[in-house]
């Protein structure tokens, strides 16, 4: 039993290859890409990957789609990013998980996030754990940008890790994304208060299912007063980013900078909101 892979692009000529080597395991790679401009799709066909393109409106849309009307060939798909490497430690527990006779609908992996010099952000990293072997019928996804992963089954979890590289195009290009990301997490903040979306604090800290307790926990959090610096804080001296070295520190002050782009923006659409309309 083998697995197929799922790569979503967007100009990713310089990273693709990289992904490409390390699951040239698999004999269905499938690129779910955004009509890039660069070589991205000629990079992949030349690795025999299966091409599929759609214009990209939001992620919980776009992948959802992905996963209903791409063929894979086997009953089991590993989702992964361009910036993404498959470790040999991962892809082994990949193919033993793999199998039609699991019980489970997905599987939770850990992630290794790396900074430019090549530290790994072991302390810094805020969430290692994600939902990224699944069947895909049994899978979806919610929310604008960060979607999160609702499983119609049981979660289990895999050794091995999967290394992702977000600064491979350098600092420039993070913030660049982030800023966007930022506009979606604040539109989608935005929406939940429009339409009343319940909080629970009890589930955000006692909820079994690890997405439902996720989704409340985002919530206390997008209440907390002073979020951008309360997020530094807890990255540095509650998860203990300084002990990553400079590169922790950065990445830490990197997710406070990204969370007052979101403050900010939050507060320009409730300002949008209030501001009478011309008569």
Not at 42 to 51: N, T, Y
Not at 228 to 240: A, G, I, L, N, S
């Amino acid at each position: 039993m083998s697995v197929s892979i799922l790569i979503l692009t967007k100009n990713e000529e310089n990273d693709l290859p990289g992904c490409l080597e390390s699951v040239g395991w698999s004999d269905d790679i499938h690129l779910f890409d955004s009509f890039s401009t660069d070589r991205t799709v000629e990079i992949a066909e030349s690795f025999g990957a299966k091409i599929t393109q759609r214009v990209f409106d939001n992620w919980s849309a776009h992948q959802n789609w992905g996963l209903a009307n791409i063929d894979f060939k086997y009953p089991w798909v590993l989702y992964i990013d361009a910036d993404e490497r498959v470790s040999r430690g991962l892809r082994d527990a990949v193919l033993n998980g793999a199998k039609n006779d699991r019980v489970e609908a997905a599987f939770r992996l850990r992630r290794r996030d790396f900074y430019l010099d090549g530290t790994w952000l072991k302390h810094a990293q805020i969430s290692p754990f994600y939902l990224r072997l699944f069947r895909p019928e049994r899978m979806r996804y919610e929310r604008l940008v960060n979607p999160v992963s609702v499983v119609d089954g049981e979660i289990g979890e895999i050794e091995g890790y999967l290394d992702h590289y977000p600064f491979s195009k350098g600092i420039g290009f993070w913030l660049e994304r982030h800023i966007k990301y930022s506009n979606l997490e604040a539109q989608t903040i935005h929406e939940n208060r429009i339409n009343g979306a319940r909080f629970s604090l009890w589930k955000a800290f006692f909820e079994r299912d690890f997405t439902e307790r996720r989704f409340h926990q985002k919530e206390l959090f997008y209440r907390i007063p002073g979020r951008p610096f309360m997020k530094w804080f807890y990255m540095m001296f509650v998860r203990r980013a300084f002990l990553d070295g400079r590169a922790g520190v950065t990445y830490a002050t990197l997710q406070s900078i990204y969370e007052y782009f979101i403050t900010l923006r939050q507060r320009e659409l409730s300002h949008a909101k209030r501001k009478p309309s011309d008569s």
